[in-house]
């Protein structure tokens, strides 16, 4: 995901949502990847296969080529969304998939689940990026709250070193004569 500029809270949407279509992490993972490397390439070289990309999304090539430039995870997401709607366009999925060079089965059977899912690859990406976002601001207030605490427990342990100092000056002639 990182090779094509995917933000972590991207990433980490796009596993939640193979995940939740039943998909173990590492053949989520592994299918995910290739459609990503996959779908840059095609971008980078432009032809057949991009066409087709962004034939799937539903949206011209230049179109689908800024998309994917300025915002991968939404182009990726319109791809698989643009998959579950080809047989209602009067496409064969499974001849399209085959056609983009996926016939590996594990990248075949992601992207069928995908696909079928409806839109759940969007919405669980808008809650990640929502919840990323919530969390960062969390982290944010929390690190304020601990600075603000750290620094009070800092001036308390000043004060009371302070206090040892000159509670030693006064007390150590007095002990001294103690001793004596």
Known sequence: GTNIS???EEITGFSAALTSLGINAEA???????????????????????????????????GFKKRFET????????FISGLGTLE?????????????????????????????AGDLLERTLDRSNT????????VELSDKRFQTTGAMLTVLKNKFTELGRQLGEALIPALKALME
């Open 71 to 78: 915002d991968a995870a939404g182009a990726v997401s319109t």
């Open 28 to 62: 989520g993972g592994t299918a995910i990847s290739r459609v990503f490397i996959d779908m840059a390439a095609a971008v980078d070289q432009g032809g057949a296969k991009l066409e087709l990309f962004a034939s799937v999304a539903g949206q011209s090539v230049d």
């Open 131 to 138: 919840a990323w976002a919530e969390n960062t601001a969390l």
């Open 88 to 116: 209602k366009r009067g496409k064969s999925l499974t001849g399209t998939i085959g056609q983009l060079g996926f016939a590996n089965v594990r990248i075949r059977d992601a992207l069928l689940r995908a696909s079928g």
């Open 6 to 8: 995917l933000s972590a």
